[in-house]
């Protein structure tokens, strides 16, 4: 049984390390799911808040769809647009201070359904109306497994989406109009994902969370194959020189870890040591500057807290110069956003 909230994580606390290294966080949510059973039902701006100000310097985040505050009526395609609107309003609210010398949401990434083709172009537009100065492109997640024990969240769920022809045809749409794509699938999809990337070169793509690796369900005690795998999938798709990768998303359950079940929260030392191995091969394969560590908040925070995780991420970098750190924490973020610093 989870333990988890903020009751919890307080019984781990450590000073910060390097709390003056800038950091451009490229991956959190908000959301209000109220009626939903989740160990963060909301997860709002004062809750950022308190996270990105627990002692790291973080500059800037960027807003990942999460599918909340979808428009109630109005042509389907549309519904996603309401999100956008009222994450710009929370930015809004961020960039008057008043919450922080950080600016939460800097860029902020939507959804449009690809499948749609070239008719995704109208959802685009009303999304870059809706946020013109930090809509910066959209999540389209095709995370698909056969197991029926794995969790599917993706929002349009088929096999093999990113091989369809309306599906690269939206992509297409998409890199025209300057607009990036975040990949969120599953670490045998990674084949498809490096096809897809070399079949629409010209568009940016960054892929979330490491590869979605899984090591729990039909992939538990396997991680010889499954490790294989994965590094085999991140090898082709980091051969790619369109596509990104984000350095989280490991405090999910899914990827194999008890800390979300513990009865006090690891610490970053250990954290470090048990991230490293995976962050490493993903760094090795990409380069810093194609890397950035992410907070995947509060999803992540299920696990351990932002200031316990950004630590270890500071500690598992040590070992890279200043400016492949910087990369990592700030500046490739901040380019692949078009963030302002």
Request: one cysteine or more.
């Amino acid at each position: 049984m989870p333990f988890g909230g903020n009751d919890w994580l307080a019984l781990t606390t450590e000073p910060t390390v390097e709390p003056e290294m800038p950091i451009c966080d490229p991956h959190h949510h908000f959301w209000d799911f109220r009626t939903a059973r989740l160990p963060y039902q909301r997860y709002l701006l004062h809750e950022l808040a308190a996270d990105t100000h627990s002692g790291h310097n973080v500059r800037s985040t960027v807003f990942i769809e999460a599918r909340a505050m979808y428009r109630a009526d109005g042509p389907e395609e549309m519904r996603p647009v309401g999100e956008v609107e009222f994450v710009q309003g929370l930015a809004a609210a961020s960039a008057s201070g008043l919450y922080g010398p950080g600016r939460a949401a800097a860029a902020i990434v939507g959804h449009a359904n690809l499948n749609l083709g070239a008719r995704v172009a109208p959802v685009l537009d009303a999304l870059r109306a809706a946020s013109p100065n930090r809509f910066r492109g959209i999540r389209h997640s095709v995370t698909w497994d056969p197991h029926p024990e794995v969790e599917n969240t993706a929002a349009h769920n088929r096999q093999g989406q990113l091989a369809g022809e309306e599906f690269r045809a939206g992509a297409r749409v998409l890199a025209r109009m300057g607009l990036s794509l975040e990949a969120w699938l599953f670490f045998p999809q990674l084949p498809e994902l490096a096809a897809f990337a070399k079949a629409v070169p010209d568009l940016s793509i960054i892929l979330n969370h490491i590869g979605g690796l899984l090591r729990t369900g039909p992939y538990a005690n396997r991680d010889h194959e499954v490790l294989a795998a994965w590094r085999s999938g991140i090898a082709a798709v980091a051969a790619c020189p369109n596509v990104y990768v984000k350095l989280g998303g490991i405090g999910m359950p899914r990827t194999g870890f008890d800390w979300h079940a513990r009865t006090a929260p690891i610490g970053s030392e250990d954290l470090a040591a048990s991230m490293a191995p995976f962050m490493t091969y993903c760094i090795e394969q990409f380069g810093p500057g194609r890397c950035m560590f992410e907070s995947n908040f509060p999803v992540d925070k299920v696990s351990y807290s932002y200031n316990v995780m950004y630590n270890a991420f500071k500690r598992l970098s040590k070992g890279h110069s200043a400016a492949e750190r910087a990369a990592m924490f700030h500046d490739t973020a901040a380019r692949v956003y078009r963030i302002e610093v």
